[in-house]
């Protein structure tokens, strides 16, 4: 079978930047285990580039180096790159003179005067999950340069200075990665490189290197006022905010563009966090429609603690009741109720599922809004005169003690045994909600009655509340035993490791994104 080779050949000038696009066909042939995936490009670009000063001149090519024929692409084991770049029979092609991999040469000419470069490389392959990339110092003894990459939006060079006339090649090698099972990567995938100055490349931070991997962008606007529900104030879509680990992006309204599906079950993408993990929440057995009311998303009714006589039964986990010092109360030596739930469920449905779970916490905000916080003491808690009072949700949690991370963490409070928790009331607010108001119109209305982990309030023996959120979409405080005479639900939230691969879907209830698992 013979392909045609297409070029082509796209020209863009920009006031301070280049970007070249390759865009590429890919044919799929499956046969016996392997997938001969085709694609090929040739292609250059010579446009100049102006900075500030008119001294700045950058101009960029790529050149597709191997292999030396044009045929499809046998999958490659990941470790062996380097050596498959050396090829037995050339290049890029094997003793049976399979063609296993491509490289290509970029080149970066600055004929003007010094100036320090930003350059990106953005790959998408939603039908090619299996497409991964690597910098290697060339295609003669080459080494890893930058680690094995899944297709996405990342750097490629970061303010790297280039002298008056001034060339500096970069090679990068693509393959599909060889998973031991039949594979079928299909479809086509595209490639642009970006070059330019340090003020007109902004370099990607690696939750939105996440959001491209999923083949999403954010909205430009920054919300900053939280006073009215998504419905109300007609907000839907992807937004920024910050988080303990960098740039978040989270989602708003009556998005549909958030279901995955792992594990065997259905989840809804609350955010990308700072790290680029994915922070889900379960949605069922089944896919749900916003504002869909069912007994299927839940894993299970459930106090958050049978115990409310003190302010230590407030915490996700918690420390010696009735005892008068804040730390000692609050130490996190003790599961509550709900805690125990989600880490019953994780070993029964997740433990295999591990290599793929990341722990990027869990906030259980107790710092202190009014009150001592301990014993019977009336105190009201962080999120309390965040949300109710000043209308203020924020994804930065106040305190170490209250960042739940496994005991491996580095971060947090290394508390945790399982990398599982619950959604926060912050969390809830960036969503949609708002403190006793309904909201029908988002991705979290009519869900049954289910707990976050952020504290609200202690009256007295009896009375400590917790939020929630109810069936209505409205953010509300619930007694941590309201269980006993109401249904109440354990809803767990994970967060997926940003080096996932996506074999398909877009995101979408009939099309969900499907994490690979094996």
Known sequence: M?????????????????????????????????????????????SVIYGEAASVNLSLTVEKLAPSTNKGLVPQLDQYITSAVI?????????????VCQVYKITVTNSGASVHVNGTLTLSAKNNPNLKWAIISGT????????????SYVKLTENELYNSNESKDYYIVLWISETGTIQTDQGGFSGVVTVGDTESVE????????????????NDTVLTTFT???????????YKAEDDLGESYYFRGNVTNNYVKFAGYYWRIIRINGDGTIRMIYDGTSAHD???????????????????????????MYGTAGSTTYEVVHANINSSTIKTVLDNWYKTNLISYSSLIADSGFCGDRSLSDGLGYGKNWTKYGAWNRLR?????????????????????????????????????????????????SNNNYYLSNWPYFWTMSPAFILGDQKIAIFANTSNGEMDNIYVNYSR???????????IKSTVAITGGDGTKNNPYVIKTN
């Not at 003669?140 to 297709?151: A, D, E, F, G, Q």
């Not at 249904?487 to 994970?494: D, L, R, S, T």
């Open 87 to 99: 090829g037995r029979n050339g290049s890029c092609v094997d003793d049976n003179n399979n063609n």
């Open 140 to 151: 003669t003894n080459p080494t890893l340069v930058s680690s094995v990459n899944p297709y």
């Open 228 to 238: 009215n529900t998504s419905k109300n104030d007609g907000t839907t879509g992807i």
């Open 485 to 495: 005479n109401a249904n109440v639900v354990a809803n767990p939230v994970i967060n």
């Open 203 to 218: 370099l990607p931070t690696v939750s939105k290197s996440s959001l491209a991997m999923l083949g999403l962008t954010e």
């Open 2 to 46: 013979e392909n045609n080779v297409e070029q082509n050949i796209l020209k863009r000038s920009s006031r301070k930047l280049i970007i070249f696009e390759i865009v590429c066909v890919a044919l799929i042939i499956g046969l016996i285990g392997y997938t001969y995936s085709f694609f090929n490009v040739t292609a250059t670009n010579d």
């Open 290 to 316: 916003n504002g869909e009311s069912s007994t299927d998303r839940q894993i299970s009714t459930s106090a958050f603690n049978s115990s409310t006589n003190d302010n230590a039964y407030i915490g996700y």
């Open 389 to 437: 009072d000043n209308k203020e949700p924020q994804f930065v949690c106040p305190q170490n003690n209250d960042l739940y991370t496994t005991t491996t963490s580095t971060k947090g409070n290394k508390a945790l045994t399982y990398p599982i928790g619950l959604i926060t009331a912050d969390e809830v607010a960036h969503a949609g909600g708002v403190h006793h108001l």
